[in-house]
C-alpha cells in the first residue's frame, strides 16, 4: 500500500485545494461552492469583460489546474476526484458562473473522460445562449500516428497563449484559432522511474534499473521499458522522438516534474536538455513541477515553435501561482578565475627512520580497514575503514614515489593535511588535515613533535565541536597525547588503548553520526575512530 500524506481518499482533493488557497500568494483566487460535491477554483477578480478560459481535469496533477488560475491565463479551473474527470454539473456551474457576452473557451487534455463530460457540458451550455466553444489538446507523441494522442504538460502552452489572446480582448474566434495554433505547434513526451503513489495501492511496477519511455500523467504503463542510461543519453531519445514528430527552427521549452524527481536531478536534465540539438535551437525555457502525476518520478519534455504571437504570450506577465515564467536562454554563466590557493612549496628528501614509521602507521589502518568499516556499520554509516585506507593509501603511494619532505617534519605534516583532504570524503578527512596542518605549525615554533600534534588535536576539537567524553576518536588520541608529552611514548600506548576501550561503555556519542543513534545500538560497540588511533599507537 502506498504511503501518502491524507487524511481520508473522499477529502484528499479538497483538502488540497484549500491548502492551496490559504497559500495562494496573489489572493486573487476563490473557491466555488455550489453547495455540493463540486471543487472549482476561480478568479476572485473576474469581471466577466473578456472571454474566459477554463480548464480543468482529474486531480493528481498538481498545480494543474488551479494552480494556472489568474490574470493572463485561465479563468477557473475545475478540479474532479483523483484522476476522474468532474461531473458535467460541475463544468456546466463553471461555464454559467465565469461567462460573460464575450464568451468562453474550454481546454481539454485528450482523455475520454474529460471530452464526454466537458463536451455534454458545453453543448448544454449553447443550449442555454451561451458562447462557448471547446478545444481538445493532444500533445504526447509518443505513439507515431496515434489518432488519439493524449494531453500532457503541453497543454500549459496552451493555455499561456488563449489566456494572453484574451486578456488582451481578444474574440472567442480570435482565442480559439491562437490556441488551436500553439496546440499544432506544440509535441510533448515523458519518462519515469516509479510509476505514482495512489490511496491503498502499490506504485513498484517499474523495476529498480529501468525507465518507461512515453507514459502518461495517471500512472499508466509507458510505450515502451528501456535500461535507464545516463542523463545525456536519456535526454537524446527523448529530443530525436520530439524532433521527428514535430521538427523546430526556434523553439520554446517546458521541462516538467512529475511529481517525484529531486531538485539535484531536475538540475542535471535541465542542463542536458539546453544542451541538447533541440535545446540550441530554444530561446526560452520553462521548469518546474507544473503538470504532476502525484509522486511519480520522472519528466516530461514539452517544445512549442515559435512565433511572434506566441513569443508575445508566453512572454506575457502573469497573475497565477504556479507558472514560474519563461527564462531566456542564455550561455553558461561562467567565470575564470586563479587558483590561490598555492600548496607550500618543499624539496622532497628523504629519512630511513621517518620513513619506517610512516610506512608503519599508515599499513596498520589499511589492515583493517575491513574491521574499522564493520564496527562504523553498527554506529556510523560503514566506511570510516575505506576512508582511513584512502588516506592511508595515498600518503603510502607518495612515500614510495619518494614526494614527501621527509626530513622536515613540520612540511611533512603539513604535506600529509593536504594527502588527506584530496581523498578523504566526509569530515573525517578535514578535521585530520586541520589537526596535522596545525601540528605542522606548531612543530616548526617548537620542535616537539608531541606537543605538536597536541596543538593540532586542540584546533581540530576547536573547529569538530568534539571532546572527550564524546565518542569519538579523540576518546583515545586525548588521553594518548597527554600521556606521551608527560610521560613518555610507552605510556601513551597504554593511554590509547584505554581510551578506545573506554567508548564500549559510552551510550551516549555527542558527536559524528553516531549521535543520531540510541543508547541501545551503541552499547558493546568499540568507536571505530578510537580503535583506529588505538591501533596506530600499538604498532611501536
Not at 468532474?86 to 474550454?106: E, F, M, R
Not at 503538470?291 to 517544445?303: H, L, P, W
Request: one cysteine or more; hydrophobic letters at 40%; proline letters at 3%.
Amino acid at each position: 500500500m502506498s504511503d501518502l500524506i491524507l487524511n481520508s481518499k473522499q477529502s484528499f482533493v479538497l483538502d488540497s485545494i484549500s491548502g492551496s488557497l490559504y497559500a495562494a500568494k496573489n489572493n486573487n483566487l476563490t473557491l466555488l461552492d455550489f453547495n455540493n460535491d463540486i471543487k472549482v477554483v476561480a478568479r476572485k477578480d473576474w469581471k466577466k469583460d473578456k472571454v474566459a478560459i477554463i480548464c480543468g481535469g482529474g486531480s493528481g496533477h498538481e498545480p494543474a489546474h488551479a494552480g494556472f488560475v489568474g490574470k493572463g491565463m485561465l479563468t477557473a479551473a475545475v478540479c474532479g476526484d483523483l484522476f476522474a474527470a468532474p461531473s458535467v454539473d460541475a463544468v456546466l456551474n463553471t461555464i454559467l458562473h465565469v461567462t460573460g457576452d464575450a464568451g468562453c473557451l474550454v481546454i481539454i487534455k485528450n482523455y475520454t473522460g474529460d471530452r464526454l463530460n466537458f463536451g455534454l457540458a458545453v453543448e448544454k451550455a449553447k443550449e442555454m445562449g451561451h458562447n462557448v466553444d471547446l478545444i481538445v489538446v493532444g500533445d504526447d507523441i509518443s505513439i507515431p500516428e496515434n489518432p488519439q494522442p493524449r494531453g500532457i504538460a503541453g497543454t500549459l502552452f496552451v493555455q499561456k497563449v488563449a489566456g494572453y489572446v484574451a486578456e488582451s480582448g481578444g474574440s472567442l474566434d480570435e482565442v480559439k484559432e491562437a490556441a488551436m495554433d500553439a496546440h499544432q505547434k506544440t509535441a510533448s513526451i515523458g519518462v519515469a522511474l516509479t510509476s505514482c503513489s495512489l490511496p491503498g495501492e502499490s506504485n513498484d511496477r517499474i523495476e529498480l534499473g529501468k525507465a518507461e519511455l512515453g507514459l502518461g500523467i495517471h500512472g499508466e504503463s509507458g510505450i515502451e521499458t528501456i535500461d535507464l542510461p545516463q542523463a545525456r543519453e536519456l535526454i537524446s531519445v527523448m529530443v530525436g522522438k520530439l524532433h521527428d514528430a514535430k521538427p523546430t527552427t526556434e523553439n520554446a521549452l517546458l521541462l516538467n516534474n512529475l511529481g517525484g524527481l529531486s531538485p539535484i536531478e531536475m538540475n542535471v536534465v535541465a542542463k542536458e536538455l539546453m544542451e541538447s540539438e533541440i535545446g540550441q535551437k530554444a530561446r526560452f525555457i520553462v521548469s518546474g513541477s507544473l503538470m504532476t502525476a502525484v509522486d511519480m518520478k520522472g519528466f516530461s519534455i514539452s517544445t512549442i515553435q515559435l512565433t511572434e504571437s506566441i513569443t508575445n504570450a508566453l512572454t506575457s506577465e502573469v497573475e497565477t501561482d504556479a507558472w514560474p515564467g519563461v527564462v531566456a536562454r542564455r550561455e553558461l554563466p561562467v567565470t575564470m578565475c586563479e587558483n590561490r590557493v598555492a600548496k607550500k612549496a618543499f624539496t622532497p628528501s628523504y629519512d630511513e627512520e621517518t620513513a619506517l614509521v610512516l610506512k608503519k602507521v599508515c599499513q596498520s589502518i589499511i589492515d583493517i580497514e575491513s574491521e574499522l568499516n564493520h564496527l562504523d556499520s553498527i554506529v556510523g554509516d560503514g566506511d570510516t575503514g575505506s576512508t582511513f585506507s584512502a588516506g592511508a593509501s595515498r600518503v603510502l603511494a607518495k612515500l614510495d614515489a619518494n614526494e614527501l619532505p621527509l626530513q622536515d617534519k613540520a612540511k611533512l605534516m603539513t604535506t600529509i593535511a593536504d594527502c588527506l583532504t584530496s581523498v578523504m570524503g566526509g569530515s573525517s578527512g578535514v578535521l585530520l588535515s586541520i589537526l596535522f596542518t596545525a601540528a605542522g605549525r606548531d612543530f616548526e615554533l617548537n620542535g616537539s613533535l608531541p606537543r605538536a600534534l597536541q596543538a593540532g588535536l586542540e584546533q581540530m576539537m576547536k573547529y569538530g565541536g568534539a571532546k572527550p567524553g564524546d565518542r569519538t576518536m579523540i576518546d583515545a588520541l586525548h588521553p594518548a597525547l597527554n600521556a606521551w608529552v608527560d610521560q613518555g611514548f610507552i605510556a601513551a600506548i597504554e593511554a590509547a588503548k584505554a581510551g578506545a576501550e573506554a567508548t564500549v561503555n559510552m551510550t551516549n556519542a555527542k558527536a559524528g553520526r553516531s549521535s543520531y543513534l540510541n543508547s541501545d545500538s551503541l552499547s558493546g560497540t568499540k568507536d571505530p575512530g578510537a580503535y583506529a588511533v588505538e591501533t596506530v599507537f600499538n604498532q611501536f
